[in-house]
């Protein structure tokens, strides 16, 4: 062979693999490139907590004083503050109050469960402020001052240790009037089984307040507590798991399970359909998704029977009908997600490996929520880094893309609308501090209503834990 021949074969050779090289970068292998911390800076609030942390407690945002403004509750273990938007501390408790760590060990409401509810209760025009305690007792605080309006001690079913999760409910259509009580069995492994729903004014004003209604036979998110919300709009809520319950306390429907729930939703995934559509992932057994409303099971669904365990439940394609339900997979290291559309099929899949920034941990992402961060319909995602306190980051799910980068040392992660545009804000508590992060960027559809109005989204923002933002 002369040379002539030799030297272009080699260059050919030199250029093809520069070309692959080229194409490599390009299919989303970022782990060859770092992504820049964002350059927004957040507001930062300082805590009359303790900066320790187990993983014990969490946060909600609430309009306690009712100002017109988005206040913000922490809980820790013994502990429970509130704070005005603009960092202005309105009081604290140091109390026993209600939270814990694994609830399938510990009772509910499990990691990162706020255990605390905001609300009118009363009709005053007026928030309080409702928890429970570890001695069995229910706590009604005036929302602006912490003052108590009443304290009452409710026995817990048989077979329990006490009450251990609360949810402001609406079930008898007169607005959120109604409380929902739940707790676990003592003994084995702990499921919240127990409900009881009481009327508010019976707390407040009997002597012996008794339930609207009681189950012991509830199927329950494994790792959190009852969510509810109005699946058919007739202006009454229904409790969320893996049977759902009507306002009376009847079974409406429930999902054939081979395992149990790791997380649960409530969403418009099907606008075709009327109403709210609840999504369920299953641990077990099947390891599938489920989708199903009041009336039905609408589809069920896996993806090579890989379990979903986290998810988040959005718009991350507004090409496609309906919304899509990304899953986060369960690897201790090198995550897998998966994508389902609105009818069930997969859409998307990748490791997680090949979008993270370089030097996020192999362990993945959690405490995942749907955000609202651009004001357009496409929906993203924000998680913090898995198993640490760590950086915040917010992605794209359909294709994993790694979008903004925050560095930070999160203990918890909260999203929510609180600077009033519509958008929402991360909320991250790093040991004794919150810091919030809002869109610098100008809103570019500012007239949108508010977040807030949307029934499922007041209740989903104050029944959120680890497995279930």
Request: net charge negative; hydrophobic share 35%; charged share 25%.
């Amino acid at each position: 062979m002369n040379t002539y021949l030799i030297k272009r074969n080699f260059l050919k050779f030199r250029v093809d693999i520069f070309l692959f090289f080229l194409l490599f970068l390009s299919s989303g292998c970022s782990q060859l490139s770092s992504l820049p911390y964002s350059s927004i800076k957040p507001q930062s609030i300082e805590l009359d907590l303790p900066a320790e942390d187990e993983g014990i407690g969490g946060l909600i945002t609430s309009d306690v004083n009712d100002d017109g403004q988005k206040d913000l509750i922490v809980t820790k273990p013994g502990h429970l503050v509130v704070y005005q938007g603009n960092g202005q501390k309105l009081w604290a408790k140091q109390i026993d109050i209600q939270v814990a760590k694994k609830s399938e060990k510990n009772g509910l409401p499990g990691w990162h469960g706020p255990g605390v509810q905001a609300g009118d209760v009363d009709g005053d025009s007026k928030t309080e402020v409702l928890f429970l305690t570890k001695d069995n007792t229910l706590h009604i605080v005036e929302g602006e001052s912490g003052k108590t309006k009443k304290t009452i001690t409710l026995k817990s079913p048989a077979g329990t240790e006490r009450w251990e999760h609360l949810v402001i409910t609406n079930f008898r259509g007169q607005g959120d009037r109604d409380l929902l009580l739940q707790t676990t069995n003592s003994e084995g492994y702990r499921t919240g089984v127990f409900l009881a729903a009481y009327a508010i004014d019976d707390l407040l004003k009997k002597e012996d307040p008794q339930p609207l209604w009681t189950r012991d036979d509830f199927v329950a998110s494994a790792h959190n507590g009852a969510r509810v919300a109005d699946l058919n709009a007739d202006g009454k809520d229904e409790v969320l798991g893996g049977t759902l319950i009507s306002p009376d306390g009847e079974i409406l429907i429930q999902i054939s399970l081979k395992g149990h729930i790791d997380a649960i939703f409530v969403a418009d995934v099907r606008p075709d359909i009327p109403g709210l559509e609840v999504v369920a992932l299953e641990e077990g057994g099947g390891n599938r998704v489920f989708l199903f409303n009041s009336d039905r099971l609408i589809w069920e669904t896996d993806y090579k029977n890989k379990e979903p365990q986290n998810g988040a439940i959005g718009d991350f394609d507004p090409n496609r009908p309906g919304l899509e339900i990304w899953s986060r997979s369960r690897y201790p290291e090198h995550q897998k997600p998966f994508v389902f559309d609105a009818q069930g099929q997969l859409i998307a899949k990748y490791k997680m490996d090949n979008v993270a920034p370089r030097d996020w941990t192999v362990k993945g992402v959690e405490v995942i929520f749907t955000i609202d961060w651009i004001g357009e319909e496409k929906q993203l995602a924000a998680a913090k880094e898995r198993h640490e306190s760590g950086d915040v980051a917010i992605f794209d799910p359909l294709t994993g893309k790694f979008l903004h980068r925050f560095k930070e040392k999160a203990d918890r992660l909260y999203v929510a609308d609180v600077s009033g545009d519509w958008r929402e804000e991360l909320i991250v508590l790093n040991g004794n501090q919150l810091h919030i992060y809002s869109n610098p960027e100008p809103n570019p559809n500012p007239n949108r209503p508010r977040l807030w109005s949307q029934n499922h989204y007041r209740r989903s923002k104050m029944t959120w834990n680890y497995y279930s933002p």
